[in-house]
């Protein structure tokens, strides 16, 4: 199945709401399913930007 996970935002929670995101992403991958991941201020990301996010390099 593809997904496309929405995260990101502007509000004070887009800290939770892209570690979140990236957390559902990933379970989701393991899953087997094709994921996208969308933040709704930067748009599309790639897996290397994610994985970047994941390791701390900022949100």
């Known amino acids: 199945m ?3 996970v ?3 935002g502007t509000s ?3 800290d939770v709401s892209l570690a979140s995101g ?3 992403a990933g379970a989701l991958r ?3 399913h094709v994921v996208r991941v969308v933040d ?3 748009g599309g990301l790639s897996v290397e930007e994610e994985q970047a996010m ?3 390099g900022g949100w």
């Open 2 to 4: 593809r997904v496309t």
């Open 40 to 42: 709704t201020v930067r």
């Open 12 to 14: 004070s929670e887009r």
């Open 30 to 32: 393991e899953a087997g």
């Open 54 to 56: 994941l390791a701390g």
């Open 22 to 24: 990236l957390r559902v």
């Open 6 to 8: 929405l995260m990101g």
